[in-house]
């Protein structure tokens, strides 16, 4: 199957938008698990006197977990769907947080800069038509020993988890999709899922991207083996000659 991706896909998760939030809040531990995820980046004091990028942050719930990590620093929040965003801003936020409107491989236009001292980056590289720019473009905006955090569903690489990928596709995730009206959107998800990196493959992906330090770490629940946080270090930037 082809999967959505750029324009097409960013319009699919505008139409989904509506609902999203109701759909998500059924998963068990999805809130909780972003949660662990953002805290996984280590940051400290509270996040005082730092600027953090939430890329690809949907309708908030990435952001709401990386404020609750760092309740005193700055976030940028970034989306390329209109109306996931669009919903993500409608909600209540301290004033530190800002919502920018940007596909992933477009920051400079829309004057998403660094440099940033952490990004979190939730449900994003395998929706991406070259996750590997993106993850060079996310090191050049980290400060020196800046952080990643990608939350991502990478599968674990046994045949159970890619059976219990299924079953939960099959018999909730697809048919709550269709019932609201975004069918291919789900059935994307499950696709997208199936073809993209396991979760080894995705750390050694971060990895070649320059990242040092990285961790492959596995989240509880049913979600073991489906969903990873995947954290990193950008090194030291070069002297120039």
């Not at 409107?101 to 440099?115: C, F, K, R, S």
Request: proline letters at 6%.
């Amino acid at each position: 199957m082809a999967l959505l991706r750029d324009d097409t896909l960013s319009t699919a998760f505008d139409h989904a938008a509506r609902t999203y939030d109701r759909l998500v809040a059924v998963n068990p531990g999805y809130h909780a698990h972003l949660r662990r995820s953002a805290r996984r980046l280590g940051l400290p004091g509270r996040g005082a006197g730092l600027r953090l990028l939430d890329l690809g942050c949907g309708t908030g719930a990435s952001t709401a977990a990386l404020l609750r990590a760092a309740p005193l620093a700055e976030i940028v929040a970034v989306d390329a769907s209109t109306g996931m965003l669009e919903r993500a801003a409608a909600k209540r936020w301290p004033p530190a947080v800002t919502f920018v409107h940007a596909p992933a491989e477009g920051l400079a236009p829309a004057g998403v800069d660094g440099p940033f001292d952490a990004v979190f980056a939730a449900y994003l590289f395998r929706n991406l038509t070259d996750p590997d720019a993106v993850l060079a473009r996310v090191r050049e905006l980290l400060a020196p020993r800046g952080r990643l955090a990608a939350h991502e569903y990478t599968l674990g690489g046994s045949p159970a988890d890619r059976a219990v990928w299924t079953a939960v596709c099959n018999g909730v995730v697809r048919p709550a999709g269709a019932l609201a009206g975004d069918r291919e959107l789900y059935r994307h998800l499950f696709h997208s899922v199936i073809g993209f990196d396991t979760a080894r493959a995705f750390g050694d992906r971060v990895r070649r991207a320059g990242f040092t330090r990285v961790r492959v770490l596995p989240l509880p629940g049913w979600q073991r083996g489906i969903v990873h946080t995947v954290v990193g270090a950008a090194g030291e930037p070069e002297a120039r000659r």
